[in-house]
């Protein structure tokens, strides 16, 4: 399932899911910050997680939390084949069990607010409620060289009843 935001034919679906483990970075940032923050944060992480002797166990994500005017709580990081024990910034997280809905974006992630919008969307049409914990799982690592049209990126947002 992909989504293009020009692309109206992907559509999204609903899916329980398990928890997931993660090791992360935690931070607030500013919308300016935000693209810093992600490159230290990948730079912290796969050396701490294979300090503890722990494997990473899929692509790397961020998980998106309470926005402020002028700021976003956020974690960066990889899930995780076990809890991981605090390393300076790099933290144990998870991601939350329980029934998600779920779209993937393809394209740049200047466009990733409109695919959001659209899920948003989608659930309140279906009489669900769009809960806190939202997430995305990046599907293509990018890269200075590829064509922003080929990222692929999968969000994920939990849903309760109305």
């Known amino acids: 399932m992909t989504a293009?935001?020009?692309?109206?034919?992907?559509?999204?679906?609903?899916?329980?899911?398990?928890?997931?483990?993660?090791?992360?970075v935690r931070g607030i940032v500013t919308p300016e910050q935000t693209v810093s923050f992600f490159d230290s944060s990948f730079g912290l992480l796969p050396p701490a997680i294979a300090a503890?002797?722990?494997?990473?166990?899929?692509?790397?994500?961020?998980?998106?939390?309470?926005?402020?005017?002028?700021?976003?709580?956020?974690?960066?990081?990889?899930?995780?084949?076990?809890?991981i024990q605090p390393d300076g910034a790099v933290v144990p997280g998870r991601l939350p069990a329980g029934r998600i809905a779920r779209i993937v974006h393809r394209g740049g992630f200047d466009t990733l607010g409109v695919t959001w919008g659209r899920l948003h969307t989608w659930i309140t049409d279906r009489g669900l409620t769009p809960a806190a914990d939202r997430w995305e799982v990046y599907l293509t690592e990018p890269n200075p060289q590829m064509d922003p049209a080929d990222l692929r990126t999968e969000l994920n947002w939990t849903v309760g009843q109305s």
């Open 4 to 24: 293009d935001p020009t692309d109206h034919t992907a559509q999204p679906e609903l899916l329980e899911v398990t928890e997931t483990i993660t090791a992360v």
């Open 52 to 83: 503890q002797a722990a494997v990473i166990t899929g692509p790397a994500l961020s998980l998106w939390g309470t926005d402020s005017e002028n700021s976003t709580e956020i974690e960066v990081g990889f899930p995780v084949d076990r809890r």
